[in-house]
């Protein structure tokens, strides 16, 4: 009789469990929903012109947005001679400063699509990192459209160069390097992370929810392990990568250390687990030995490169996983701000007139 009670309550709690998920999906989907016009619109800063191609974001929209860096752009180049000194008399500042704001006005309809969907993905990776919402909920819900968009997504976090910063040099480098660069180009230098004022806690948890959300596409079957990214990278080969373990690792820990380390474990595991798949490795000291051997014995045409499929590593994968959350860890004390962006590529040419040799003579 008691085995009945408690056979009776495991499957009333298993149906509360299931209504619980299905409403959770439907909340949602709900939510996504009324972000699909935020959403299309944050594609345009996320992957620029592109859209158009991968996501079938409207040409005429696109073209308009595109015109709204340009003018951008153009603004800040214009601004940039009152910033080195090299400004004329009859320069304008109160023009110049007047066009730049209306440049600026015209990218808040992005700014604010942005800011709605990094929101809202922040609130919901908050949640399935705290165990408040399953990942497969939110994963039916809008997962595959968020994986396609893949690490671009990430861009929309990043502020500008020097930004925070109380010198107007790295203003001005960023803007000097600009001058050679396509309205399309610049649409990732602008720094729309910048406007959304992400705390770096919040872009890593950001970042580690949108790699579960990949980890789960290829445990279910939805991503194909030899799929490719534009950057011509597997998913395992993403998830694997360092500096990505550390910093899942530095955003699960705040959420206690045995969260940290099953969460990197499954990045970890997975990424082994979808590399086994893709590659054939080759074991280089054997194919030294047989070199040495064809040295002394064997005709070239004899020689032979043994190869070793990924199927029969899975062994010596089990034992290198742990050791690739424990390197996550350590390197997580030290891992880089996935908020900054790259040091411009100019000299000191470029901005003073004036060159580095000469400079240095100077000093």
């Given at each position: 009789?008691?085995?009945?009670?408690?056979?009776?309550?495991?499957?009333?709690?298993?149906?509360?469990?299931?209504?619980?998920?299905?409403?959770?999906?439907?909340?949602?989907?709900?939510?996504?929903t009324?972000?699909?016009e935020?959403?299309?619109?944050?594609?345009?800063?996320?992957?620029?012109m592109?859209?158009?191609?991968r996501?079938?974001?409207?040409?005429?929209?696109?073209?308009?947005?595109?015109?709204?860096?340009?003018?951008?752009?153009?603004?800040?180049?214009?601004?940039?001679?009152?910033?080195?000194?090299?400004?004329?008399?009859?320069?304008?500042?109160?023009?110049?400063?007047?066009?730049?704001?209306?440049?600026?006005?015209?990218?808040?309809?992005?700014?604010?699509?942005?800011?709605?969907?990094?929101?809202?993905?922040?609130?919901?990776?908050?949640?399935?990192?705290?165990?408040?919402?399953?990942?497969?909920?939110?994963?039916?819900?809008?997962?595959?459209?968020?994986i396609?968009?893949?690490?671009?997504l990430?861009?929309?976090?990043?502020?500008?160069?020097?930004?925070?910063?109380s010198?107007?040099?790295?203003?001005?480098?960023?803007?000097?390097s600009?001058?050679?660069?396509?309205?399309?180009?610049?649409?990732?230098?602008?720094?729309?992370?910048?406007?959304?004022?992400?705390?770096?806690?919040?872009?890593?948890?950001?970042?580690?929810?949108?790699?579960?959300?990949?980890?789960?596409?290829?445990?279910?079957?939805?991503?194909?392990?030899?799929f490719q990214?534009p950057?011509?990278?597997?998913?395992?080969?993403?998830?694997?990568?360092?500096?990505?373990?550390?910093?899942?690792?530095?955003?699960?820990?705040r959420?206690?250390?045995?969260?940290?380390?099953?969460l990197t474990?499954?990045?970890a595991?997975t990424?082994?687990?979808?590399?086994?798949?893709?590659?054939?490795?080759?074991?280089?000291?054997?194919?030294?030995?047989?070199?040495?051997?064809?040295?002394?014995?064997?005709?070239?045409e004899?020689?032979?490169?043994?190869?070793?499929?990924?199927s029969?590593?899975?062994?010596?994968?089990?034992?290198?996983?742990?050791?690739?959350?424990?390197?996550?860890a350590?390197?997580?004390?030290?891992?880089?701000?996935?908020?900054?962006?790259?040091?411009?590529a100019?000299?000191?040419?470029?901005?003073?007139?004036?060159?580095?040799?000469e400079?240095?003579?100077m000093?």
């Amino acid at each position: 009789m008691s085995a009945m009670i408690v056979l009776g309550q495991w499957r009333v709690q298993r149906r509360q469990g299931q209504l619980q998920e299905a409403e959770a999906h439907r909340q949602q989907a709900a939510a996504w929903t009324t972000l699909a016009e935020s959403w299309e619109m944050a594609l345009l800063p996320a992957v620029g012109m592109t859209a158009v191609q991968r996501f079938g974001v409207g040409e005429a929209k696109a073209t308009r947005f595109i015109e709204a860096v340009e003018r951008y752009r153009v603004s800040r180049i214009r601004e940039l001679p009152f910033f080195t000194g090299s400004a004329e008399p009859s320069d304008d500042w109160e023009k110049v400063i007047r066009e730049q704001t209306i440049a600026s006005d015209g990218l808040i309809p992005y700014q604010a699509a942005v800011r709605r969907v990094m929101t809202h993905l922040a609130q919901t990776s908050s949640l399935v990192l705290r165990k408040r919402l399953s990942l497969d909920a939110v994963y039916e819900a809008f997962g595959l459209e968020v994986i396609r968009v893949g690490d671009d997504l990430l861009e929309l976090l990043r502020s500008r160069y020097g930004h925070g910063s109380s010198c107007p040099a790295p203003d001005a480098m960023e803007w000097e390097s600009w001058k050679d660069l396509s309205a399309a180009e610049v649409v990732r230098r602008i720094g729309w992370g910048e406007f959304l004022d992400v705390a770096r806690g919040t872009s890593e948890r950001i970042a580690l929810f949108l790699d579960l959300l990949v980890v789960h596409a290829i445990e279910v079957g939805d991503l194909d392990a030899r799929f490719q990214n534009p950057g011509g990278l597997a998913p395992g080969e993403i998830l694997g990568e360092r500096s990505r373990l550390a910093v899942a690792w530095r955003a699960a820990s705040r959420y206690g250390l045995m969260r940290a380390f099953r969460l990197t474990w499954r990045l970890a595991s997975t990424s082994r687990r979808a590399t086994r798949v893709t590659h054939w490795r080759t074991i280089d000291w054997i194919n030294r030995l047989q070199e040495r051997i064809q040295w002394k014995r064997w005709p070239p045409e004899r020689m032979f490169l043994l190869k070793v499929n990924g199927s029969l590593r899975w062994p010596l994968d089990i034992l290198i996983a742990p050791i690739q959350v424990v390197g996550a860890a350590w390197r997580s004390r030290k891992v880089a701000d996935i908020r900054l962006m790259d040091v411009p590529a100019i000299t000191q040419t470029d901005l003073t007139g004036e060159d580095d040799a000469e400079m240095a003579m100077m000093s």
